[in-house]
Structure formats: structure tokens, C-alpha cells
């Protein structure tokens, strides 16, 4: 028998346990490093109050945030961005008296919201969430205000904070310049 072979073979069975463990310690530290947050949470969107803590888990890691005002005739509207990446938006549209929002969730949406809370003025899934406003009416036009919060751009997904976003929401925008403007 030929040792000098058996002693080769051995090395490099040696040799190759040692690189394959020191790939698999290099491959679970790089997935064991989670990416951080490096932005605070907005608690205001566009004018709007809202629960940082309900927020923060639709916002992903990343540098920087921008919240910036998107509005148009009609609607107001808020963008969210985390590193130039929309992940999501806010909206509030006057609409005709007399619809519901699952109607407006259905202009909103590619997909209807199943889940309703409240009689069915708020609709809501894993990454949005519509509203009605219950004193935001404007007489002259014979209008209501609608809201709507959509984290499309979002991997994560929580009817529940989804739901308790949009009712805060809804309740905020009740209290502002946008409804007052309208009821007057």
C-alpha cells in the first residue's frame, strides 16, 4: 500500500472540512447581520398625525426617508420613500355623497380589502386600509371624505396595524384643515 496516497487523500479530506466550515461560518454571519433602520419613524404624514409604532414595521431598513406631499385636485395626497423606494402612500379624496368604502376601496386598490371594521367605514388587508370620515361632509358639493393608507412597496404585511393605522388616521383627518375647509 502506498502511504505517501493515503496521506495525500487524507490532506485533502482534511483540507476540504476546513473550507467548507469556514464558508459556512462566513455564509451565517453575513445572514446573521440584519440591516438596520437608519432613519427615525415620521409620526406625521404630511400634516396627518400617526403612530410611529404601528408604522414602523411597513418601513424597511435603510438610510434615508422622505415624506413629501403628493396632492392634486381633489385629494390630498403623502408619499413615503425610504432610499429613493416608494413604500407607501396616503390619500384623501372627497367623493360623491351616499358611497360606501368598499366603493372607494375598489377605485383605490387592484385588490378589494376582505376585512371591514365598523360597519364596513373602514376596509383593510395586510398592506392597506380605506376609510370614511363620519363628520367630514361638504354641503355645497354634497361630498364626503374618504381616507386610504397603502404600503404596496412593503414586504411586510399586518391587517391589524393596517386597521389600527387607518382608524387613527381616519380620526386625525376628521380634526383637520382639509375637513374643516370642506364643512364649511
Known amino acids: 500500500m502506498n502511504t505517501h ?3 495525500s487523500a487524507k490532506y485533502r479530506a482534511a483540507a476540504a472540512i476546513t473550507l467548507a466550515t469556514a464558508l459556512a461560518t462566513l455564509l451565517i454571519g453575513c445572514a446573521g447581520e440584519e440591516e438596520k433602520r437608519e432613519y427615525a419613524v415620521p409620526s406625521n404624514l404630511c400634516g396627518i398625525t400617526v403612530n410611529s409604532e404601528d408604522l414602523a ?3 424597511p431598513a435603510g438610510k434615508d426617508i422622505s415624506v413629501r406631499d403628493k396632492s392634486y385636485a381633489g385629494a390630498k395626497g403623502c408619499q413615503v420613500a425610504v432610499d429613493k423606494k416608494l413604500i407607501l402612500t396616503t390619500a384623501q379624496t372627497w367623493l360623491e355623497e351616499g358611497r360606501t368604502t368598499a366603493y372607494f376601496a375598489a377605485r383605490q386598490s387592484f385588490d378589494t380589502p376582505e376585512q371591514s371594521a365598523d360597519e364596513g367605514r373602514f376596509r383593510y388587508s395586510g398592506n392597506q386600509a380605506f376609510g370614511k370620515t363620519q363628520k367630514c361632509v361638504d354641503a355645497k358639493y354634497k361630498q364626503e371624505l374618504y381616507t386610504a393608507i397603502q404600503a404596496e412597496g412593503s ?20 380634526d383637520s384643515a382639509e375637513c374643516k375647509a370642506g364643512a364649511e
Not at 155 to 174: F, G, P
Open 155 to 174: 414586504e411586510h404585511k399586518d391587517a391589524q396595524a393596517m386597521k389600527r393605522l387607518i382608524v387613527v388616521y381616519t380620526e386625525e383627518v376628521e
Open 5 to 7: 496516497r493515503t496521506t
Open 57 to 59: 414595521p411597513f418601513l
